[in-house]
C-alpha cells in the first residue's frame, strides 16, 4: 500500500477519532471505541473512502502506534490525544522516570515560559521519553526546540503521570518552574 494513502487515512483517522466523530456521525465510547464498520460507512458518507484493510494497515505501519484495534477486531480508537468530552480514558497512575520532554517550536517559548504546558483542548499534555522523539514531534509546528521536564520531582509533588499503550507519557500540566530548555 503506498504511503500517501496511509498518510492521509492516519489523519483522518486521528481526526475523526481524537476530536471530531461527529463530522461523520460516528459516535465513540467512553474509552474512545468505534466500530469500524460503522466508521468505515460514515467516511464514505463524506467522501473518504476506508476499508478493513487500509484501516489494519494504518495500524499497524505506525511508528508511532497511535490506534489500537480491538481483540475481536470490530472496533478501534486512538490511544491517547483525545479533545472529545465523550471519551475518557481511564490510564494507570505510573512513576515516570527523573526526565521526560515536550517538543514544540520556539514560537510558542514565550507562552510555555509563563503558563508552562497546557492541555489545551486535549485531555492531557503529552510527553515523551526520549529528544529524538519531541524533536521530531517539534518539527510539526516550526523551528523545533526540546524542553526538559523534570517528571520524577512533579510525581513526587503529587503530579499524576500516566502512560498510554503507544508509550507517550501524559500529565495534566506541567508549571513553568519545571520545564528546562535543552
Given at each position: 500500500?503506498?504511503?500517501?494513502?496511509?498518510?492521509?487515512?492516519?489523519?483522518?483517522?486521528?481526526?475523526?477519532?481524537?476530536?471530531?466523530p461527529q463530522s461523520i456521525g460516528?459516535?465513540?465510547?467512553?474509552?474512545?471505541?468505534?466500530?469500524?464498520?460503522?466508521?468505515?460507512?460514515?467516511?464514505?458518507?463524506?467522501?473518504?473512502?476506508?476499508?478493513?484493510e487500509l484501516i489494519l494497515a494504518v495500524v499497524s505501519s505506525s511508528d508511532k502506534?497511535?490506534?489500537?484495534?480491538?481483540?475481536?477486531?470490530?472496533?478501534?480508537?486512538?490511544?491517547q490525544g483525545h479533545s472529545t468530552g465523550s471519551v475518557n480514558l481511564q490510564y494507570v497512575k505510573k512513576e515516570p522516570p527523573?526526565?521526560?520532554?515536550?517538543?514544540?517550536?520556539?514560537?510558542?517559548?514565550?507562552?510555555?515560559?509563563?503558563?508552562?504546558?497546557?492541555s489545551g483542548s486535549r485531555h492531557h499534555v503529552h510527553l515523551s521519553q526520549d529528544i529524538a522523539t519531541a524533536t521530531s514531534v517539534g518539527q510539526r509546528y516550526g523551528t523545533p526546540v526540546v524542553?526538559?521536564?523534570e517528571a520524577l520531582?512533579?510525581?513526587?509533588?503529587?503530579?499524576?503521570?500516566?502512560?498510554?499503550?503507544?508509550?507517550?507519557?501524559?500529565?495534566?500540566?506541567?508549571p513553568n518552574f519545571f520545564i528546562h530548555q535543552e
Amino acid at each position: 500500500m503506498n504511503s500517501k494513502k496511509l498518510n492521509e487515512a492516519s489523519k483522518f483517522l486521528s481526526y475523526v477519532l481524537r476530536h471530531e466523530p461527529q463530522s461523520i456521525g460516528l459516535q465513540l465510547d467512553m474509552e474512545g471505541w468505534a466500530e469500524i464498520d460503522i466508521l468505515i460507512a460514515g467516511a464514505a458518507k463524506e467522501g473518504c473512502v476506508l476499508d478493513r484493510e487500509l484501516i489494519l494497515a494504518v495500524v499497524s505501519s505506525s511508528d508511532k502506534k497511535r490506534f489500537a484495534i480491538s481483540n475481536d477486531a470490530q472496533y478501534i480508537r486512538a490511544v491517547q490525544g483525545h479533545s472529545t468530552g465523550s471519551v475518557n480514558l481511564q490510564y494507570v497512575k505510573k512513576e515516570p522516570p527523573e526526565y521526560l520532554y515536550h517538543g514544540t517550536a520556539t514560537r510558542f517559548l514565550e507562552s510555555i515560559q509563563q503558563q508552562g504546558l497546557l492541555s489545551g483542548s486535549r485531555h492531557h499534555v503529552h510527553l515523551s521519553q526520549d529528544i529524538a522523539t519531541a524533536t521530531s514531534v517539534g518539527q510539526r509546528y516550526g523551528t523545533p526546540v526540546v524542553l526538559q521536564i523534570e517528571a520524577l520531582q512533579m510525581y513526587q509533588q503529587g503530579f499524576n503521570f500516566f502512560q498510554a499503550e503507544n508509550g507517550v507519557w501524559l500529565t495534566g500540566h506541567v508549571p513553568n518552574f519545571f520545564i528546562h530548555q535543552e
